[in-house]
């Protein structure tokens, strides 16, 4: 599976930042996928997963209600929607394949994107 992530940039505290990530390689559809980030000097951070079907989706505690992920099967696209950003959530964000939909472990992502940097200002 190759996963690619795009959408970051720069914006202002308060803002909002839509980012994509496409895949291919395989049968899209039955894949779960996450999203985490790392900010410099710190280690990686489970952001959101959605499962296969969409049904059900998994955040961070922290993350509630001001990121949303979703998918479109039909596009090969997972999106993680964030809202009312803050510079704390300045990061090179991941997007990753699971078996383990909800799960904040990185050993249990199997496929990595290359990360689409996010910085917000202040």
């Known amino acids: 599976v190759q996963l690619q992530a795009s959408g970051g940039g720069l914006v202002q505290a308060g803002g909002s930042l839509r980012l994509s990530c496409a895949a291919s390689g395989r049968r899209f559809s039955s894949i779960n996928l996450g999203w985490f980030r790392q900010a410099p000097g710190k280690e990686r951070e489970f952001v959101a997963t959605?499962?296969?079907?969409?049904?059900?989706?998994y955040y961070a505690d922290s993350l509630k209600g001001r990121f949303t992920i979703s998918r479109d099967n039909s596009k090969n696209t997972v999106y993680l929607q964030m809202n009312s950003l803050k510079p704390e959530d300045t990061a090179v964000y991941y997007c990753?394949?699971?078996?383990?939909?909800?799960?904040?472990?990185?050993?249990?992502?199997?496929?990595w994107g290359q990360g689409t940097k996010v910085t917000v200002s202040s």
């Open positions: 990753a394949t699971t078996y383990f939909p909800g799960s904040g472990n990185t050993g249990e992502y199997v496929y």
């Open positions: 959605i499962t296969w079907h969409g049904s059900n989706t």
